[in-house]
């Protein structure tokens, strides 16, 4: 299986702060790479998918950037809804593993 | 807008058979590939694997000698089985669609559906 690590696994950040959240796959995965946010209690919603490309409704202070092991999610500008928790998602190959969470709290 | 909905015991004892099922709306079953995941505290979010409605599903290795699944077309549902469950089990269940045109990421789920093994 393809190892996901994420760090930080937790964050401190305030509002209209540049946070950026790393994932790293232990094998290339190309750019078979996507994150999800989730909320407490509610399931994950697609932010970004193929590393870059973002899904449809999410507002554009989200990107995603990297391509091989390293990734990155940058929330720029952050605002009192994107306090949540991260997850990276590789769909190279299956098993579709995800990364632990990274969980973004209030400063 | 696909919408997801499962549905099953929120109980099951130990050895016995969990049975969930993910009823969706709008839509055509052939769009998508359909996928299960769940999560606990314990091991956070887990892949247990994905099927397209007419071939053969795809299953985590790690629970593969214990997970079926299948799609029923006409009552456009989803079900997943995983027998002689154990604590190590319990988690919140989540169907969803995978959209191979985006990169095969999980693009609409439904709310999750928690399940505790417990006698």
């Known amino acids: 299986d393809i190892q996901m690590t994420q760090s930080p696994s937790s964050l401190s950040a305030s509002v209209g702060d540049r946070v950026s959240i790393t994932c790293r796959a232990s094998?290339?995965?190309?750019?078979?790479l996507n994150w999800y946010q989730q909320r407490p209690g509610k399931a994950p919603k697609l932010l970004i998918y193929?590393?870059?490309n973002l899904q449809q409704g999410v507002p554009s202070r989200f990107s995603g950037t990297g391509s091989g092991t390293d990734f990155t999610l940058t929330i720029t500008g952050l605002q009192p809804e994107d306090f949540a928790t991260y997850h990276c998602?590789?769909?190279?190959?299956?098993?579709?593993?995800f990364g632990q969470g990274t969980k973004v709290e209030i400063k | 807008q696909v919408q997801l909905y499962e549905s099953g015991p929120g109980l099951v004892k130990p050895s016995e058979t969990l049975s969930l099922t993910c009823a969706f709306s709008?839509?055509?079953?052939?769009?998508?590939?359909w996928t299960w995941i769940r999560q606990s505290p314990t091991k956070g979010l887990e892949w247990i694997g994905y099927?397209?409605?007419?071939?053969?599903?795809n299953y985590n290795p790690s629970l593969k000698s214990r997970v079926t699944m299948s799609v029923d077309t006409s009552k456009k549902q989803f079900s997943l089985n995983l027998t002689a469950v154990t604590a190590a089990d319990t988690a919140v269940y989540f169907c969803?669609?995978?959209?191979?045109?985006?990169?095969?990421?999980?693009?609409?789920w439904g709310q999750g559906i928690l399940v505790t093994v417990t006698s």
């Open positions: 099927m397209y409605y007419s071939g053969s599903p």
């Open positions: 193929a590393a870059s």
């Open positions: 709008a839509g055509s079953i052939s769009t998508y590939y």
């Open positions: 969803a669609t995978v959209n191979p045109g985006f990169g095969e990421s999980a693009d609409y």
């Open positions: 998602q590789q769909s190279s190959s299956t098993p579709h593993t």
């Open positions: 094998h290339n995965i190309n750019r078979y």
